[in-house]
């Protein structure tokens, strides 16, 4: 049954980042602009070591967010680099984000995986991975 249990958590893990977000090669994302925002050795290595500073919200990061939000390969922003969260961010009215999380959007699930979320968590874990400075 354990087994059963995990290997059900790595194939629900492994589909949810898959699929296309914006990404074309690992570590690139191709804007509407047509630009390409590349990410770098070291915003590979900052998005696979931060964590929130909350412990609560940090246990939530860690099991709903984290596995999409520090590979590059799971085709989702880096946590933390800023560049690749304000082209998806920027302009967008708090509300529509929140419900882009609540509903799911390209390759991430309803609710991010995080179904005992609630909407400021959501929020606080949307700020704490796009780098806004005020979390």
């Not at 191709?30 to 770098?40: C, G, H, P, V, W």
């Not at 179904?115 to 005020?134: H, K, Q, R, V, Y």
Request: proline share 4%; with cysteine; hydrophobic share 35%.
């Amino acid at each position: 049954m354990m087994r059963n249990l995990l290997i059900y958590g790595l194939i629900l893990a492994t589909t949810a980042c898959s699929g296309e977000n914006g990404k074309s090669d690992a570590g690139q994302t191709q804007t509407s602009k047509n630009e390409t925002i590349t990410a770098t050795a070291e915003d590979i290595a900052l998005a696979q070591t931060l964590v929130p500073d909350d412990p609560a919200l940090a246990a939530k990061y860690d099991r709903s967010c984290r596995t999409c939000h520090s590979l590059v390969d799971a085709k989702a922003p880096l946590t933390g680099h800023v560049p690749d969260w304000r082209v998806r961010l920027d302009g967008k009215a708090s509300e529509i984000v929140l419900a882009n999380i609540k509903n799911g959007l390209n390759a991430m699930p309803p609710m991010g995986l995080c179904n005992d979320c609630s909407d400021d968590e959501l929020i606080a874990l949307t700020d704490f991975m796009s780098g806004d400075s005020s979390q």
